[in-house]
């Protein structure tokens, strides 16, 4: 059962994460359409690549834009999952050792102790946002079941690792409800909300363009987000 | 009923139609119409198809439900934080549903389309700001605008704008002759207290070609006297267009995207015609916008700008102040606090917030600045149309809270609104709630304060 | 589909998720069933321990099953250890190195070594070990205790090694030349290997000298090593040989060990005062060191610390060699095996002894006339000097002037039965077989040569019982003393119903005597 889920199960998961990504970020691109959304995007690269690249680096820093600092609480809550949810699986010790053993390369490796801050702090982090969806009207009155669904899809694969770590007594049953888990989240990445994951940078570089080339970029400053 | 008389899937295109509309006052057939209107699903499917591109699907599904829309969002904060004016409610459970059941929707749900996208939003573009995905739901209701008008579901006095612009070329009906007597008649009235005083039409290779507002024309010629006045003082080598002279764009407003095309189309020809160094629009802020920022795209102009550089009102008033143009006298600057309203259109949606600013220090003393302001300041609560729609007065009147809120916390006893609907918000809002303060734009206050060069005084 | 379906859909997938979820966790919670595995060669790799907090349980690694497997595949031990750089010519006990030299290097030699392995292994078809998994070797649980005996090495083991060595000494025992760091063999200062290898495991200081683990590991079983390739019989290489209980119950024993020859004395005199060995305190004690070698399996149990006299460290006075503990001290402690008294006060507890020796006090009795069983007057004819003083001639004869005083008759007339009547009201009186109780006694002291020398007069047997009195022909009953009820001005001592039961079954308690079973064992019920 593990050797299937670690090899052609785990061929396809990131076969169809990789290339679906590849599909949304081409399909988008392709669907962008200068005169419909009305941004000369090829006319004005340079400033057009400018407010992206602006509107993408100042929305990924932790209170770089009026919008994060208006919101400081769900701004701290949000950093800390998407950090805790990016880096714990890519610098884990364990997931670079089996990087190591079967493919001989590694990346930087955090400390365990380290991974374990960080997968707990998602974890509680996921409450809050559950919390928020529940208690907020403004958000509740947005909130589906699939939203619901989605943050699951993210978490469970630091649930269950975690159970596997440290509370399971039948490890092995566990790590493979772990693998499971972390493969459900790469094939539902790109068919999901969770595709955000690329058209993240996708739309925001898009609106960069836009306020970049359109809106009052091209007239010195860059946008003040 | 697929299409009544007056409400329905046709364009106003010729005066007979456009006068009818215009007789039933208020729109009260019109909307009894309304409620009879089919919906052409296939059409609607096709224009779907054609038209939404993977930036709005993308916008659609990947709206995590965050909710940090909200407090973006002046209709939410006045309508006493109600959750249904959440922006991304409002676009999903109209665009989004649309989208959704591609296209087979009924009446009813047209209607409350139309109703949120007149009424619940006015497409200021703030919530796309403050969306970490970079969402723009002042664009989706844009565009929903569109799919409503190729429907037939857009307001009466929206209607009746495009009409105006499709037959006249202008939000008014406002012929040529019109046009060119109202401006002979302004020279003439002014010549005394400004000798030489012209207002030349048509002519070729000129420094400027002015553009403006059709009200100012039909109801406020002053202000063209006003901006004659300012170009005679600075020097400068001006005409107007004799066609192509107004910039506005309710057909904007309405999603009439085809007559848009047209209407710009008119005021590039001019620009063509006359081949002016610059083109400088009146202080209308979608004009500015419809004409310069967007325009060109309408007109498939693909670097995205317009045959000849255009600047807003504001644009030729800093230059001509940082120049000295035009020169302030000091003891006529405006001493009471006074702030400054920053129209969406032309300072979030093109970027000329710092040109205020600049103005503002030559001709105030004491001059506070909203809070937010620039980029992010509040909209004036009467744009994207709704200042003229009837129908919705009410939902207008409580959006105005949030600018008067913003424009008593100044402290601030005048507001200078350099955009039409800006001003004409603020004088409704003043109407309103009684706050006590005064609003103006920026040509009467210069005429006030700037100095007149000694050749051009009158000789008495 | 109409959006209300959907909407079920999505909450029907939702419910679904959390209860396979909490089902997940039920069946977490339940307790497992521990099945535990006993293993002697049970090794705790945990050598990043040096390097900080180990970031993963230790591993659980079985020495033995790893060895065997590869035995299968001809394999010898030089598959993972490496030989060490040094002119002993031996195998590292590290694993695949020789130093540990830093966190993220030692951790890749094992991940890689081990699954490395595995996988060669896994590829040729056999069971092998984890592979990826890192729980897998990293338990959090670990259901194998380990079984292994500590191993010792007795006087019949060191017979048999010296002979297969053919006497040469210097095969095993050496010193650490800490000058040029090697070691070198003493002639005549042969010990025991932990009079220098002390700690019994390695720990986090790297001492020197090594562990006696590490030492022993890396002599005998390098020795053993070498010397089955050279296909001759040699002792085990793999943990069970020596660890496991069964197996070292195996080690053949040899009877009648001839003497170690390592130039010790036959009898000592130890001497208690100055150099003449007269009385400062007490008379010196001569000891059959002889006879003593035979009674201890190991030279161990009283050269404790080196292999030298007694007094050499423990002086009159205490020094500093000797950890500051006086010769008296060491002579006489209690409790303690490398104490003369102490051992024979161990002794004591047998099952043939501790019927009457349990019962009695542990302390030391200074005023006793047990002294000069061992602080003995020497007889004239043994010693010339000494034995002519006044004082010594009184002492040589206080035996007899005892004797003679108390009248302790030599023959004593044991009865045969004795009639215990005082209780008679809920039992029938108790018909006490004393003279079959005396016999078994005096058959016990005579299977213990320790117990005849101090049982020298089996009159002595008869204080057992009857204490805190003289012997004679007729000792009082024990109703004399001790009174029914308790003597509330004597706590202490017990009523005559309490002493009964507490002497007589307490002797059969520390004697191991099944009987009696029951009351009616000793007294049968009244009708």
Redesign the interface.
């Known amino acids: 059962m593990?050797a299937f889920i670690?090899g052609p199960l785990l061929w396809l998961a990131f076969t169809i994460f990789v290339v679906g990504c590849i599909v949304r970020i081409i399909?988008?691109?392709?669907?962008?359409?200068?005169?419909?959304?009305?941004?000369?995007y090829t006319?004005?690269l340079f400033y057009g690549i400018k407010g992206a690249v602006r509107?993408i680096v100042f929305?990924l820093s932790p209170f770089g834009t009026?919008?994060w600092r208006?919101?400081p609480g769900?701004t701290v809550v949000f950093f800390v999952f998407h950090i805790g949810l990016l880096f714990t699986p890519i610098f884990l010790?364990?997931h670079n050792?089996?990087l190591?053993?079967?493919w001989g390369v590694s990346l930087w490796t955090i400390?365990?102790?380290s991974a374990d801050v960080l997968t707990i702090v998602v974890m509680i982090a996921a409450v809050f946002l559950v919390l928020r969806?529940l208690s907020?009207?403004?958000?509740?009155?947005?909130?589906?079941?699939?939203?619901?669904?989605i943050l699951?899809i993210a978490v469970a694969p630091f649930i269950t690792g975690f159970?596997?770590?440290?509370?399971?007594?039948?490890?092995?049953f566990?790590?493979i409800?772990h693998i499971i888990c972390g493969e459900i989240m790469l094939i539902a990445i790109p068919f999901t909300?969770l595709?955000?994951f690329v058209?993240?940078f996708?739309?925001?570089a898009?609106?960069?363009m836009?306020?970049g080339?359109?809106?009052?970029?091209?007239?010195g400053?860059g946008?003040?987000? | 009923m697929p299409e009544g008389i007056l409400c329905n899937k046709k364009t106003v295109d010729i005066k007979e139609q456009l006068d009818a509309l215009l007789a039933d006052a208020g729109g009260k057939q019109y909307y009894e119409e309304m409620n009879q209107l089919d919906i052409d699903k296939d059409a609607l499917r096709a224009t779907i198809k054609k038209?939404f591109?993977?930036?709005l699907?993308?916008?659609l599904?990947?709206?995590?439900?965050?909710?940090?829309c909200?407090?973006?969002c002046y209709y939410?904060l006045a309508n006493n934080?109600d959750?249904?004016q959440?922006p991304?409610?409002k676009i999903?459970s109209t665009l989004g549903k649309l989208i959704k059941r591609k296209g087979n929707v009924d009446n009813a749900f047209m209607q409350m389309c139309m109703d949120t996208a007149f009424s619940k939003c006015s497409c200021c573009t703030r919530c796309?700001?403050?969306?970490?995905?970079?969402?723009?739901m002042g664009v989706m209701f844009g565009y929903l605008r569109g799919l409503l008008f190729s429907q037939g579901f857009t307001p009466w006095e929206m209607k009746v704008g495009s009409g105006m612009h499709r037959i006249y070329k202008a939000q008014m009906d406002v012929t040529t002759e019109d046009w060119i007597d109202t401006c002979e008649w302004m020279a003439e009235e002014w010549e005394d207290d400004y000798p030489g005083l012209k207002i030349p039409v048509d002519k070729k290779n000129a420094d400027i070609m002015y553009t403006l507002n059709a009200r100012e024309a039909k109801h406020y010629p002053q202000d063209i006297a006003e901006a004659a006045v300012l170009f005679h003082l600075a020097g400068e080598n001006w005409t107007v267009p004799s066609e192509g002279w107004e910039e506005t764009s309710l057909t904007m407003f309405a999603g009439d995207w085809a007559a848009c095309k047209m209407q710009v189309e008119n005021v590039y020809a001019a620009m063509e015609r006359l081949k002016p160094k610059r083109m400088v629009g009146t202080e209308c802020g979608h004009a500015y916008r419809a004409t310069v920022?967007?325009g060109?795209?309408?007109a498939?102009i693909?670097?995205?700008?317009p045959p000849v550089e255009s600047l807003h009102y504001v644009e030729w008033v800093a230059e001509a102040l940082r120049t000295g143009k035009l020169k302030i006298d000091p003891a006529k600057k405006i001493k009471e606090p006074v702030t400054f309203q920053d129209s969406c259109n032309y300072v979030?949606?093109?970027?000329?917030?710092?040109i205020p600013r600049e103005i503002m220090s030559y001709i105030a003393e004491d001059f506070r600045e909203m809070t937010?302001n620039?980029?992010?300041n509040f909209c004036c609560g009467g744009g994207g149309g709704l200042n003229g729609i009837g129908r919705y007065r009410e939902a207008r009147n409580i959006g105005f809270k949030i600018k008067r809120d913003q424009i008593l916390a100044t402290g601030a006893k005048l507001v200078v609104a350099p955009c039409h609907n800006c001003w004409d918000a603020i004088r409704d809002m003043e109407e309103i709630y009684h706050v006590g303060i005064r609003w103006s734009f920026l040509k009467p206050l210069l005429i006030d304060m700037v100095q007149v060069p000694d050749h051009l005084k009158p000789k008495d | 589909m109409t959006k209300r379906r959907s909407?079920l859909q999505?909450?029907g997938?939702?419910i679904f998720?959390v209860l396979i979820f909490a089902s997940?966790l039920c069946i977490?919670a339940r307790e497992?069933p521990l099945a535990i595995e006993k293993r002697a060669d049970i090794i705790k790799i945990n050598t990043l321990r040096s390097f900080g907090d180990l970031?993963?349980p230790e591993v659980v690694f079985f020495h033995d099953l790893h060895t065997e497997n590869l035995k299968k595949s001809n394999k010898d031990c030089k598959t993972c250890h490496l030989n060490e750089k040094s002119s002993l010519d031996r195998l590292s006990f590290k694993f695949k190195r020789l130093k540990d030299t830093g966190k993220k290097e030692v951790m890749?030699i094992y991940?890689?070594e081990c699954?490395g392995c595995h996988k060669t292994t896994a590829a040729s078809g056999q069971k092998t070990g984890p592979?990826?998994?890192?729980?897998?070797c990293h338990?959090?649980?670990n259901l194998v205790i380990s079984s292994r005996t500590p191993m010792g090495f007795d006087k019949s083991l060191h017979y048999r090694h010296s002979q297969a060595q053919q006497n040469k000494c210097e095969q095993c025992h050496h010193e650490y030349d800490q000058k040029n760091k090697t070691l070198v063999y003493a002639k005549n200062k042969e010990g025991s290997c932990r009079y220098c290898h002390l700690q019994d495991k390695e720990s986090l200081d790297i001492q020197k000298p090594i562990s006696m683990e590490l030492a022993s590991h890396l002599s005998c079983i390098d020795c053993h090593r070498k010397t089955l390739k050279k296909k001759m019989d040699a002792g085990p290489v793999s943990c069970q040989g020596c660890h496991d209980l069964k197996q070292q119950q195996q080690i053949v024993k040899v009877d009648n060990v001839p003497r170690i020859k390592r130039g010790q004395p036959d009898n000592v005199l130890i001497r208690t005062g100055d150099k003449k060995g007269s009385v400062i305190g007490m008379m010196r004690v001569p000891f059959p060191h002889k006879a003593h070698e035979k009674y201890n399996d190991t030279c161990r149990v009283c050269h404790h610390g080196e292999l030298k006299s007694c007094a050499n460290c423990h002086t009159i006075n205490g020094s500093k060699e000797g950890k500051y503990v006086k010769l008296e001290t060491a002579m006489h402690q209690t409790g303690k095996q490398s104490s003369c008294q102490g051992c024979h006060g161990l002794k004591k507890q047998k099952n043939d002894c501790a019927g009457c020796h349990a019962l009695m006090g542990k302390k030391r009795n200074h005023e006793s006339s047990d002294c000069i069983r061992c602080h003995m007057v020497p007889l004239p004819e043994m010693t010339g000097v000494l034995s002519k003083s006044k004082e010594a001639k009184m002492a040589r004869m206080m035996p007899e002037i005892w004797q003679k005083t108390f009248g302790i008759s030599q023959k004593i007339k044991v009865p045969e039965k004795v009639i215990i009547n005082n209780l008679a009201d809920r039992y029938e009186p108790v018909e006490f077989p004393h003279k079959k109780i005396f016999n078994a006694l005096v058959k016990r002291v005579n299977g213990s040569k320790l117990a005849q020398y101090f049982h020298y007069n089996n009159n002595t047997l008869c204080l057992g019982c009857h204490h805190n009195t003289p012997v004679a022909g007729k000792p009082p009953k024990c109703s004399s003393c001790h009174g029914k009820p308790f003597d509330e001005q004597n706590l202490l001592k017990p009523g005559i119903l309490g002493s009964y039961h507490r002497q007589c079954l307490g002797c059969h308690q520390a004697m191991g005597i099944q009987k009696p079973k029951d009351c009616t064992g000793c007294h049968k019920n009244r009708k």
Request: hydrophobic share 35%; glycine share 8%; charged share 25%.
């Open positions: 593990y670690t399909l988008y691109i392709k669907g962008l359409d200068w005169q419909a959304d009305r941004v000369a006319a004005h509107s929305w009026r919008g208006k919101n769900f010790q364990a050792i089996i190591k053993q079967r400390s365990e102790s969806r907020l009207p403004e958000v509740r009155i947005l909130t589906t079941t699939y939203d619901f669904i699951a159970i596997a770590h440290y509370i399971a007594s039948d490890y092995k566990w790590l409800i909300k595709s955000h058209l993240f996708m739309s925001r898009q609106l960069g836009d306020y080339i359109k809106r009052g970029g091209m007239k400053k946008f003040a987000w | 038209s591109k993977s930036r699907k993308t916008w599904e990947i709206c995590a439900h965050c909710g940090m909200a407090e973006s939410y934080r959750p249904e959440v991304s409610y999903h796309g700001v403050y969306c970490p995905f970079g969402i723009d920022i967007e060109p795209y309408w498939g693909k670097n995205g700008q979030r949606n093109a970027g000329l917030a710092d937010p620039r980029e992010h | 909407m999505w909450k997938i939702l998720i997940l977490e497992t970031e993963r890749n991940h890689n699954i592979v990826e998994v890192c729980g897998e338990k959090n649980k």
